[in-house]
């Protein structure tokens, strides 16, 4: 559980620094300079997502149940994850979706962390996303005081949000047929 919790620090931390010190980022963007800057807090980043990889497979092994949510609930995740992959995709395909949305990519991420905090109940996964969960929260609730700042994406477009849409259901059958299998060790469908 260690390894999770330092990974989540690590990573979650990094994401969350313009929400707790903007001023500081910005002064280290300066300091560091574009390349350098994203250089640190990609490595930084890594390094926390590696740790949570391998600090959740750890305590999976050893689960501390903390509640058995009833079978049901595992449908109700798997119609809260229909959206998140053409959220995901409409991050960088600006269209009608992003604009409605403002945030896909938050919007994706809150989505998620709650469909498998419904669908399981160990510690482990209490920390993992209930972790992601409040940071999309805090960090969509910080972007209102934020100065935004530019995103590298595709030019926007009428077909971005089919392409969103259709690239991401597709990704999300794949993850539900066998990806999730694969990179988790866990069937969603129950196979």
């Known amino acids: 559980m ?16 313009s929400i707790v010190n903007e001023p500081w980022r910005e002064r280290m963007h300066a300091r560091f300079g574009e390349v350098g800057w994203k250089g640190i807090y990609s490595v930084v980043a890594l390094i926390g997502f590696v740790l949570i990889i391998h600090g959740y ?17 595992r449908h109700v995740a798997m119609l809260l994850l229909v959206p998140v ?17 403002r945030h896909p990519m938050l919007v994706a991420t809150k989505l998620w962390a709650l469909a498998h905090l419904l669908a399981n109940g160990t510690l ?25 700042r530019p995103l590298h994406t595709a030019p926007a477009g009428k077909a971005n949000d089919i392409i969103a849409i259709v690239g991401g259901l597709a990704i999300y059958g794949a993850f539900v ?14 196979r």
Not at 2 to 17: D, K, M, Q
Not at 68 to 73: A, E, G, M, T, V
Not at 85 to 98: N, Q, S
């Open 2 to 17: 260690t390894l999770l919790v330092l990974g989540l620090i690590l990573f979650l931390g990094t994401h969350a620094i």
């Open 57 to 73: 497979g750890q305590a999976r092994l050893d689960p501390v149940v903390i509640y058995n949510p009833p079978f049901w609930l």
């Open 85 to 101: 992959f053409p959220l995901l995709l409409a991050t960088y395909l600006p269209g009608r979706i992003k604009s409605a949305t």
């Open 124 to 148: 482990a996964d209490l920390l993992l996303f209930g972790g992601f969960l409040a940071w999309a929260v805090a960090d969509r609730i910080s972007l209102k005081r934020r100065q935004p």
């Open 177 to 190: 047929m066998f990806l999730h299998t694969w990179l988790i060790g866990v069937s969603p469908i129950g």
